[in-house]
């Protein structure tokens, strides 16, 4: 059982659409993650927060709009999507300092029309 | 520019035999290097973690070695069994400031353990 929880799993969005993917951590973590996987290509790091706090963004366009209300919960905010965003979004966590291994959630299959 | 690659995209391998899948890089000085397994529709799962002063680290039928000379990674399964069948994918672990570190994956090598 995964300590990471995605919603939804699969999601099926027009381009003028707006949506959210939710995040939901249970392993006490501080730090949470939004990756990119496209087929044959590897895991895109998005967004990192730390504490609540936005510590990278990859140069990712605006159209995706993190949020972290809390260290717990992370949510990726979608609007105006271009079909090369079809993907998989996985929501990783870990513990903040020195080198710790991340958990990942099973990921939101984002399909846009 | 900044490459991570390993080996091949799919290895066959006949259960019972070694499986040994290969992560090289370039262009980067990793302090940490970690590799994960992926089944087809979930995320990825941590399995090892070895650091640059490590030659080699086990857990159970699981080996990784790395080499900072060679800017080399081996990880091998022993014994290998069609349980393993998976999509392995290792990533390094460079420090990004501020007492963080990124991990940046390579594409995974997709294996097929064969009964």
């Known amino acids: 059982e995964t300590g990471v929880t995605q919603t939804p799993r699969h999601l099926v969005m027009g381009m003028t659409n707006k949506k959210s993917l939710k995040c939901e951590q249970h392993?006490?973590?501080?730090?949470m993650y939004w990756y990119k996987q496209s087929a044959k290509k590897p895991l895109e790091l998005m967004f990192v927060?730390?504490?609540?706090?936005?510590?990278e963004n990859n140069s990712v366009p605006s159209r995706f709009s993190p949020e972290c209300p809390n260290s717990s919960h992370l949510f990726l905010h979608l609007h105006t999507l271009q079909p090369e965003d079809s993907a998989l979004y996985l929501c990783a966590s870990s513990q903040v300092g020195g080198v710790q291994p991340q958990h990942f959630g099973d990921g939101t299959r984002l399909s846009i029309l | 520019s900044q490459k991570i690659e390993q080996n091949s995209e799919a290895l066959n391998i006949q259960e019972g035999k070694t499986a040994t899948l290969t992560c090289n890089y370039t262009?980067?000085?990793?302090?940490?290097l970690q590799w994960y397994r992926q089944d087809p529709g979930r995320g990825p799962v941590f399995l090892l973690l070895?650091?640059?002063?490590?030659k080699e680290k086990r857990k159970e039928r699981l080996k990784v070695t790395f080499d900072t000379t060679l800017k080399q990674s081996l990880f091998h399964i022993t014994a290998s069994q069609p349980a393993d069948s998976a999509t392995y994918l290792c990533?390094?672990?460079?420090?990004?400031?501020?007492?963080?570190?990124?991990?940046?994956f390579g594409k995974g090598t997709k294996l097929s353990v064969i009964p």
């Open positions: 990533a390094l672990e460079v420090y990004s400031g501020a007492g963080s570190y990124q991990l940046t």
């Open positions: 070895i650091r640059e002063n490590e």
């Open positions: 262009n980067y000085s990793p302090a940490y």
């Open positions: 392993l006490g973590h501080n730090a």
């Open positions: 927060y730390n504490f609540k706090e936005q510590t």
